[in-house]
Every structure is written in C-alpha cells, then in structure tokens.
C-alpha cells in the first residue's frame, strides 16, 4: 500500500471525488475515495487548519454523493461511527451525527 504525506492525500481525495461523477468508474473511485478519507483521518494531527477546513468541505460534497457511494459499502459495516464515510448507505445525516457524537465526547 502506498502512503502519500498529508498534502498529496488531501489532493487525492478531491480528485478522485471528483470522478465519482462517472458511472463508468464510479465503483473503484468510491473505495478510492473512502479509503482515502480513512487515510486523512489517521493523519489528522498531521494535517494544518487550512487542511482540516478543505476536508470538512469535500466532506459535504462526499455526503451528497451518498446514493453513489453506498453502492460500494459493505453490508456488514465494522467501523466505529466516528468513521461516518463508512455509513453513507444510511444517508447523508451520519456525517452530522458523528460530528454531534464527536462533540458530546469533548465536554
């Protein structure tokens, strides 16, 4: 697997969202995408604010693309709610209750 320093990955997951736009490779760009966005996350505290804001905003647009994306989506899901691009089957609202999850954990 190759691992791309925290800049190189933010571009990746805005490119290859992207893509997800194109039926023809929309399966393979949805795992690019999610495993991309579990990448970014584990490199969190690398990441600067500029960073973090230019995420939360491709967030959006990855949650609007829920209907595409969770035709990839394992039905088994085993990754923790905070982890809301692993849920989209559910909809779009999982990133917004992972964020008030989030939130509820730091008071």
Do not use: C
Not at 28 to 56: F, G
Not at 69 to 97: C, D, F, I, M, N
């Amino acid at each position: 697997m190759v691992t791309f320093p925290p800049i190189d990955l933010v571009d990746y997951y805005r490119r290859h969202l992207s893509y997800l736009d194109d039926r023809e490779t929309s399966y393979e760009e949805s795992l690019n995408v999610l495993i991309a966005r579990d990448d970014l996350e584990n490199q969190w505290t690398e990441l600067t604010q500029q960073d973090r804001e230019l995420i939360e905003s491709l967030d959006n647009m990855l949650a609007s693309k829920h209907e595409i994306v969770s035709e990839v989506l394992p039905t088994a899901v085993k990754y923790e709610r905070r982890r809301w691009w692993w849920h989209l089957h559910e909809g779009p609202q999982v990133k917004s209750e992972a964020e008030r999850l989030a939130a509820a954990s730091r008071d």
